[in-house]
């Protein structure tokens, strides 16, 4: 089988140390395994992504020596894909719209039962109010039509246990690892669909500002252009939960996963695009060479 990995950056700020060690690790596996790196600009955020940053991604790729395939995927070129998507799955009442705002989420969310855990991959795990509300004034007879705007659509994971084996071969989910989760997480990961309801919540699929999410555009994305194994940071191994139960929702392959350690201060805080000091490009004029960064990550 190809293998195939991807780099995915969101032009939203300068490329950190964080970023150069994911690129040229998933570049690196890529050349080792005679396969195919590629780069995709994930930009459904238009009001945060910006011509200048995309074009610096372009250059400090460019000198570490990674090459890709062009012309390069860009997520604003795709969001009529997402839209069909989002209408299929709302046909097939997969998904509610929800009008809560995050003050009210986090209100309501205040006083949690013990041992219920209030953040998941996605934030806040959203508590269900508008499900709930749905149930309540559903009218098969007469099915709502989707809001545009004015409504967030999540998941209605509670939709996926009465379907089962028809729509997403039961009630388990797994997915391969070769590196390792933040708690030493690794080969054949499985949980089941009752763990994510009580540990991921009901996702936004379409937030009302885009129509889409990144959850719903790198599932998409990464099967269409049959990616085979994602490299990228532990911080992302929980969202993989989302991404194997939309893969398997959808019909779409599930890729080999290899979450690696993150990149981290001298005060052991994960990097961030606002971590200006420690970005490539700042490197690169004070005379850096690629081999510098390279050690400096740890490759």
Known sequence: MAHVERF????????????????????DRAVENGGEFLLRIEDIDQSRCRPHWEAQIFEDLAWFGIWWPKPVLRQSERLKVYQENIVNLWHLENL?????TRAE?????????EGTPQFGPDGLIYPGTCRIHRHKN???DHPTPIPHKSA????????????????VGGQFFEFWETGKGPNAETGLISFSLEEAMQTIGDIVLARRDMGTSYHLSVVLDDAFQGVTHVTRGQDLFEATKIHVILQKLLGLPTPVYHHHKLIRDENGKRLAKRDDARAISKYRAEGAAPEDIRRMVGL
Request: with cysteine.
């Open 138 to 140: 559903y009218d098969p």
């Open 96 to 100: 509610y719209p929800c009008y809560c």
């Open 152 to 167: 967030a659509l999540r998941l209605d994971l509670e939709s996926l246990s009465y379907f089962g084996e028809q729509r």
């Open 105 to 113: 989420i986090k209100d309501s969310l205040s006083a949690p039962q």
């Open 8 to 27: 995915a950056p969101s032009p939203t700020g300068p490329l950190h140390l964080g970023h150069a060690y994911s690129a040229l690790l998933a570049w």
